[in-house]
């Protein structure tokens, strides 16, 4: 028993711990910045007197690039350093942020956009490496791979709440500039943080960048996201409709040349390796269905509160905030709550993001448009409440059995999943959210939106059932 205990591996230490949240503060940003433009994007658009065209691309170009480079970026990664990586990715994010916020025409800032999310896509996939390889023990690092779960669902709402607060309060006269450069300071916090703190730990790979798999993977992502993306917002057309198929031919070819360069000894972008864990294979669809869900169910419930509603961005912002917090504290309580009920908390809190989305439905169709805002917040509550221990719970069992070579590539993996879920979703429910509401009014259209969420939601305690059944064996 002894000799047991001896070859455990060591504690995180409180350095290791401190370096955690330095690794979140970065991961936090880059999903805040894919969701805070939203409600500035009015008064983008005025100051520039841009097009409605012109101002759809800003969040567009940084959706774009973020999806399409986070695979790349993990693996860059695997082969010079992470903890390198992740500091070049916040030095960039960083001077990116200052270029949004200076920008003078669309086309500067939207360009600055999409390098903003490329320097995002380098930056993220690090941290969830960084998580894999920094924390020993699977207690540790089941508990701080779930924080980070939560930091992407906080980050989400965050986004709207925060872009709503700065917007109304006019920081400095900078109006919306503020909403980019409450970037900087951050950046300087986790780039100081990160030199201090985050170390190295010898996990450089001896491999060349799979330049093949980084062409044919980007360019398949970029057309089917930008299709989904474009489609949702200006109506589909044959043209997006061509790129679509396109960029699904491309992903196919990606996956047949990742086996090529497996099979010849190389070291593929995407390891087909990967898919034989079960939590990889099993955890992408999951992803897909739960980020989905609330990728659409926060830009649903943002638009429908400010356009059908007419919300102001701090009325949408507070609307948002208890559900926030109590996303933050269910993330908190996740780890107690599985330790003494088992995985089955994961499925029962997709249910109750269901629950949570009927109730929604209920106070949209009964409620006064007097009283929706409170009427609303129940089943906001309940949706929060499962949304944060769902948040938490899904990457650690999705990353669960990774080998540290491939750390960062399966982190991409994971990542990219939950980016381009979260464009279908918006794109599939605002779809099917316009078609409702331009025969049934907005009203139904949100309730129609929010049942089928329900749906999903269900679908997505199913999966997640499946996908906790190889960690119950393992410990029991």
Known sequence: MQGELASDPPPATKAQWAALWILLLGAFMGFLDIFIVNVANPSIQAQMHATFADIQLVPTGYTLAYGAGLVTGGRLGDIFGRRRIFLIGTVAFALTSAACAAAQNPGFLVGARVLQGLAAAVMLPQVLALVQVTFRRDKERTRAIGLYGAVIGIGVLAGQIVGGFLIEWDVAGLGWRAIFLVNVPLCVIT????????????????????????????????????????????????????????????????????RRVARIGGAPLLPPRLFKQRGFSMGLPTALFFYGVNGAFVFLLAFYLQHAMDFTPLASALEFTPMAILTSASSMLCGKLVARFGQWVASAAAVLMGVGLLAVWVAVETASADNQAMALMPGLLLYGFGGGIVATSLIGMALSGIAPEDAGAASGGILTAVQASEAAGVAGIGALFAAVAASGGAVHGFGVSSIVLTALSVLTAVLLHYLGKPAATQTS
Do not use: C, P, Q, Y
């Open 191 to 258: 780039f100081i943080g990160g030199l201090m703190l985050v170390k190295n730990h010898g996990e450089r790979s001896a491999m060349k960048l799979d330049l093949g798999g980084v062409g044919l993977l980007g360019l398949g992502l970029f057309g089917l996201v930008h299709g989904l993306v474009i489609g949702a917002d200006e109506g589909w057309t044959t043209t997006l409709a061509v790129e679509m198929v396109t960029g699904v031919v491309l992903l196919a070819l990606f996956i047949v040349w990742e």
